[in-house]
């Protein structure tokens, strides 16, 4: 499906997309608004599949083309289908692959004037760019898509709230802390992918140098088990279905301490709590 970018009116701008075989066969009545699936997270790469059946992105793409193109077919996804990758930041473990998959399948990359600058080298040619600003609400086809700054080490990393109707999920990881402008954009999600990098104790004791003991922990480095479980405190609502922990280090972290103690704020719902792999592709979840 190629995109024709079209302004509306309300300034928003509105990708559409030509009828093809996937949108045809996904907007017969699906019986759901998104589809969510974790491909990587972790220093080594990390990439996010969403997709309303009219529309279907990467967040990000930081393992190798063929990878991403393999863990996408393990959950029969089609890589052939999908509408565009959008960057957060320009950090290598979430752009590796991105140029090579927007020249592989004709793919628009939404990204920001500042990261395709940090990028450029590493992005190389792209088929076709979309410039996004922090704060500006864009689209493709059915999915309003909203980048919203965050603090962390690069020129203009940003997370993202994505609504499909009365669905809206919401994005948020590599973040040194969690700004009330973060907090926010980050309310009344269906659900919610949430950094939970290192167990602070496991840091300070751990093997890294102090400069980057330092940086880590920094208001521009990466969220720990105890700030993400504050977040997540203020977020949680009744309509919260699933919380999924990522980008979690595999030198100061486990998945158990942070299920541990992230999972203690969820008092006040029902939600699932998800905690995302480095090498294996996450469960395909369906939001209504």
């Not at 997309?17 to 998104?34: A, C, T």
Request: proline share 4%; glycine share 8%; net charge positive.
């Amino acid at each position: 499906m190629k995109p024709a970018e079209t302004a509306g009116d309300s300034g928003i701008r509105v990708v559409k997309m030509k009828k093809g075989p996937f949108l045809n066969r996904l907007q017969v009545n699906p019986g759901y608004n998104l589809r969510v699936c974790i491909l990587a997270s972790g220093s080594k790469g990390n990439a996010v599949f969403v997709s309303s059946g009219a529309a279907s992105i990467l967040i990000d793409a930081g393992l190798s083309g063929i990878e991403i193109e393999r863990r996408l077919q393990s959950r029969g996804l089609d890589p052939k289908d999908l509408d565009g990758i959008l960057v957060s930041h320009e950090h290598s473990d979430h752009i590796q692959g991105v140029g090579i998959l927007s020249r592989r399948y004709k793919l628009p990359v939404y990204i920001s004037n500042k990261t395709q600058r940090a990028a450029a080298s590493q992005l190389g040619r792209l088929h076709d760019l979309k410039t996004i600003e922090c704060g500006s609400t864009f689209a493709i086809n059915d999915l309003a898509i909203h980048p919203f700054s965050i603090s962390h080490d690069a020129a203009d990393p940003c997370g993202f709230t994505i609504h499909q109707n009365s669905t809206k999920i919401g994005i948020a990881t590599d973040l040194g802390i969690a700004t009330a402008m973060v907090r926010d954009h980050l309310k009344e999600c269906a659900l919610l992918i949430l950094e939970a990098n290192h167990d602070e104790e496991m840091l300070i004791n751990g093997p890294y140098p102090w400069p980057i003991k330092q940086r880590i922990k920094s208001r521009t480095g990466h969220l720990s088990n105890a700030a993400s479980k504050i977040l997540l405190e203020e977020l949680q609502h009744n309509c919260l279905k699933h919380v999924m922990l990522a980008h979690l280090s595999e030198t100061n972290n486990t998945p158990q301490k942070a299920a541990r103690e992230v999972g203690q704020a969820l008092t006040r719902c029902k939600a699932r709590l998800h905690i995302a792999s480095q090498n294996t592709c996450g469960v395909l979840l369906h939001l209504k």
